[in-house]
T-cell receptor, first 112, second 114 residues
């Protein structure tokens, strides 16, 4: 089923709390991505990493942080600075230039 | 950067009819155009893609056409079936850009009426 897992599927948090979303892949892919999906907004890039120990901001990085200590893992932390954190979060990975992106099953985060 | 516009946002067709979804892109240097299908609550999955050196690509009931001059590309689904109901996203890739340069359209909700 694509070899990318995200956990948990649903996550609930109180406003003001940081929360970390997990993304793991066993595809030996170099590049990994985090997207946010809101109704009618398509997929917007939060952060990406093309190699271990390196990552770059995407289009909407404010209020988020990531790490890439292992090739297989790219966790995303939604901080209390993110003004509208409630959304569907998708992780993706890619083998290399010219290859397709594979998506994980997503985590739906609700912050109240 | 790249900007991708996708139309329509919602498309309703009778089962068995054809469906066409259109996208335009802004940067003529973009060279890769994938289409993703996302069923409710599930992950987007690649259904077809086309590169800039090709004008058309077909895979059974699905086809994609690319007009580089006009900077638009379209997804065509023929003989639509209930399982085609989903949200479809187009994307364009700008070579040399970070993150593989994929920019997504906002999606089209395709509804197949029985």
């Amino acid at each position: 089923d694509g070899g990318i897992t995200q956990s948990p599927k649903y996550l609930f948090r109180k406003e003001g709390q940081n929360v970390t979303l997990s993304c793991e892949q066993n595809l030996n892919h170099d590049a990994m991505y985090w997207y946010r999906q809101d109704p009618g907004q398509g997929l917007r890039l939060i952060y990406y990493s093309q190699i271990v120990n390196d990552f770059q901001k995407g289009d909407i990085a404010e209020g988020y942080s990531v790490s890439r200590e292992k090739k297989e893992s790219f966790p995303l932390t939604v901080t209390s600075a993110q003004k509208n954190p409630t959304a569907f979060y998708l992780c993706a990975s890619r083998a290399g230039a010219g290859h397709e992106q594979y998506f994980g099953p997503g985590t739906r985060l609700t912050v109240t | 950067g790249e900007n991708v516009e996708q139309h329509p946002s919602t498309l309703s067709v009778q089962e068995g009819d054809s469906a066409v979804i259109k996208c335009t892109y802004s940067d003529s240097a973009s060279n890769y155009f994938p289409w993703y299908k996302q069923e409710l609550g599930k992950r987007p999955q690649l259904i077809i893609d086309i590169r800039s050196n090709v004008g058309e690509k077909k895979d059974q009931r699905i086809a994609v056409t690319l007009n580089k001059t006009a900077k638009h590309f379209s997804l065509h689904i023929t003989e639509t079936q209930p399982e085609d109901s989903a949200v479809y996203f187009c994307a364009a890739r700008l070579p040399g850009g970070g993150a593989d340069g994929l920019t997504f359209g906002k999606g089209t909700h395709l509804i197949i009426q029985p």
